[in-house]
């Protein structure tokens, strides 16, 4: 369980991240990063950010790129919150697919419907 310091650290980092992102992704025409969640450990060390990537097809080419270029997104995080924290956390980052797995239930479910016109 998180305390409530932890929940208002993650919001901040995440907020700040979302705006990073939102920045960095208006160079690029077609493609749209979102800070999904973000997880602060107890130590303040280490943020788990999960980030969600549209186009889907692209987004290890993304994260990829996301990943060599952590540390100038640590050091843009460090500069919008540097009033806030002492030391900002390390970034890691993974990918949310959930939207996917919700997309690919809703096809399987989709397909195993059977048709109200047959039951007539």
Known sequence: MEST????????????????????TAKTRGTLVSVSSVRVSPDLSV????LSIFPSE???E???NIN??????????????????RRCPELKFH???SLDYID?????????????NEES
């Open 58 to 60: 692209r987004a290890q």
């Open 68 to 85: 060599q270029n952590e540390r100038g997104i640590r050091h843009q995080l460090a500069q919008q919150v540097r009033y806030q924290l």
């Open 95 to 97: 990918i949310d697919d």
């Open 5 to 24: 310091r932890l929940q208002k650290i993650s919001r901040l980092l995440q907020k700040e991240l979302s705006e990073i992102f939102r920045r960095e």
């Open 104 to 116: 690919h239930i809703d096809e399987l479910l989709a397909k195993d419907k059977p048709k109200e």
């Open 62 to 64: 993304i994260m990829d």
């Open 47 to 50: 943020a788990n950010v999960r």
